[in-house]
């Protein structure tokens, strides 16, 4: 089974792109949907996370605020690493269980920051949704509100652009509209369907 590792910048369009895979019949284990999952209220790694950052985290109905979370985070890298240092081991430890269980042609396996937290070595090939910065401003705005600061921190700890193409074995430019988005995932959906098929 091809694994495809789905990655871009914030507002680069990954959560437009994947269910266009998924509307294809493409399996799609969403990192994002993992790391939510295991920061539930009782999970190892919420336990984990209070206990090195503090209630000062949680919402009113004791549940992780993510936005204070983010920017606690953002702001002290040693923070971050401490972070990750919880959440990756165990995302990937579920990756794999995932990708152990599927029966396909090939997978998506979405992970925003890839390039970033080396999550290479999970997937066959990398495919990068490349976006303009103006442009993942202009979405990420309008999706969270967020100000340009806010997002430009955000990007500042995230891969440059030129260093998510240069893993990059496939690319999706994503400035267009939504008509030539899909054109774009249809051609790379019979892409992987021919390499998975050589690949046999």
Do not use: C
Request: no cysteine; hydrophobic share 40%.
């Amino acid at each position: 089974m091809l694994r495809v590792g789905l990655t871009g910048g914030i507002g680069s369009g990954k959560s437009t792109i994947a269910p266009l895979f998924a509307m294809r019949g493409v399996p799609i284990i969403d990192t994002d949907e993992i790391a939510h999952n295991l920061t539930e209220p009782g999970q190892e790694a919420f336990i984990e996370i209070v206990r090195i950052f503090g209630d000062k985290i949680l919402d009113e109905g004791l549940r992780i605020n993510r936005d204070k979370l983010r920017e606690r985070v953002f702001d002290n890298a040693d923070d971050r690493r401490r972070l990750e240092n919880i959440l990756h081991p165990r995302i990937r430890a579920i990756v794999r269980e995932k990708l152990a269980a599927l029966e396909a042609a090939y997978v998506i396996v979405v992970v925003p920051l890839l390039v970033e937290s080396g999550f290479t070595d999970l997937v066959d090939r990398v495919l990068v949704v490349d976006t303009f910065e103006n442009v993942q401003i202009q979405r990420t705005t309008a999706r969270t509100g967020l100000s340009e600061p806010e997002i430009r921190k955000i990007m500042s700890a995230q891969a440059t652009r030129a260093q998510r193409l240069q893993q990059a074995n496939d690319v999706i430019e994503n400035n267009a509209d939504r008509k030539h988005l899909e054109s774009e995932v249809e051609r790379m959906h019979q892409w992987y369907q021919s390499l998975a098929t050589t690949a046999r």
